[in-house]
């Protein structure tokens, strides 16, 4: 983000930024996996499903986006860059980045039209298809618009330091900063709409049950994530503006190297339900191992229940009457053993 970086802390930067970016990696092939493994649990109604669609979009499209920034940083120097490469790689990691934004946009609609609009009811199918179209229609209309208006002079990505947007020549960085920080803004206004609607009528009275839980998490998410990722691209107008301010350099590049951490966190492992399902997942995986010893005690279990009933069945009564004996056709007839041990 920053126009140029004091020479005496790229060496800092440097180690921040790779373990910071390896930190998000891991954390979201986490998140990922996690969805995957309770993703069926966790699906059932549409507000949920819609919720863990937009959860696992936004990993992705961080995800992506992180590797290319790698891709970009391992090409590049701080004289200068290799155009093609760089232009590809600008060109994924500005399309990639711009959809994490969107995904989250999706969320705070989806928070909005949940909460808000409780008589509207609206088909799954249509709200993924207008779910992707958001999420990866608009960033892809704005990367190519980008594209097509600064290549041709050359001023679509920056001579040195980085592959990414141009801001001397051009100001394409522009086309990233302005619709993040609209988004920003949507999903703050957003949450305040929601969260009147929430105190005024409570959440009970704004959806179904099964939807309140999502919901709350939904709003969770939106209301730490966009402010922290607002103020985290707001560090990086601060280092455009000031770009020798080392303390914002150093701030910047802690935050945004550890978005897909936050993700992990925030959207993943601070939701009471899916910790409940990894544990019923893993019982039951647990139980599943077991399953050979399960079986071969309950086979002995049922053996000699069934031994156990037969001689209940085969016990005469001491005290009764006659027996008949079938094999002679003549019946007999037993006395009980009295308290001295005869007959």
Not at 264 to 289: C, H, M, P, W, Y
Not at 302 to 310: A, E, K, Q, S
Request: aromatic share 10%; charged share 10%.
């Amino acid at each position: 983000m920053s126009p140029s970086i004091p020479p005496g802390i790229r060496l800092l930067l440097d180690f921040i930024t790779y373990i910071g970016v390896g930190i998000s990696l891991a954390s979201l092939i986490i998140c990922l996996i996690i969805e995957g493994f309770i993703w069926k649990s966790m699906t059932r109604n549409d507000t949920s499903y819609m919720r863990h669609v937009c959860v696992v979009n936004v990993a992705v499209s961080l995800l992506i986006a992180d590797i290319w920034f790698i891709i970009g940083a391992a090409i590049s120097d701080y004289q200068s860059v290799a155009v093609g490469p760089c232009t590809a790689a600008t060109f994924f990691i500005h399309l990639f980045y711009l959809a994490m934004f969107f995904w989250m946009l999706v969320s705070a609609l989806l928070l909005f039209y949940r909460t808000v609009m409780v008589l509207s009811q609206m088909k799954r199918s249509t709200m993924l298809a207008i779910a992707f179209s958001l999420g990866y229609g608009a960033p892809l209309i704005i990367a190519v618009v980008t594209v097509a208006a600064t290549a041709g002079g050359g001023g679509y990505i920056r001579e040195e330091n980085v592959c990414w947007l141009n801001w001397n020549k051009t100001k394409a960085l522009l086309a990233f900063v302005i619709p993040a920080l609209t988004i920003v803004a949507i999903n703050l206004l957003v949450m305040i709409v929601v969260l009147f609607k929430m105190l005024k009528r409570g959440v009970g009275d704004t959806t179904q049950n099964n939807d309140k839980h999502a919901l709350v998490v939904i709003a969770r998410c939106v209301a730490i994530l966009t402010p922290l990722f607002g103020l985290t691209w707001g560090f990086g107008i601060g280092i455009m503006a000031a770009p020798e301010a080392v303390g914002l350099h150093v701030v910047f590049a802690v935050l945004n190297s550890l978005q897909g951490l936050f993700i992990l966190v925030f959207g993943t492992l601070l939701d009471s339900k899916i910790k409940e399902a990894l544990v019923r997942r893993l019982r039951n995986q647990s139980s599943g191992s077991g399953g050979t010893r399960s079986t071969s005690a309950g086979t002995s279990s049922n053996v000699l229940d069934f031994f156990r009933g037969i001689r209940r069945r085969n016990v005469y009564n001491v005290s009764g009457g006659p027996v008949v004996n079938s094999g002679s056709g003549t019946s007999s007839s037993y006395s009980a053993v009295n308290s001295s041990g005869n007959t």
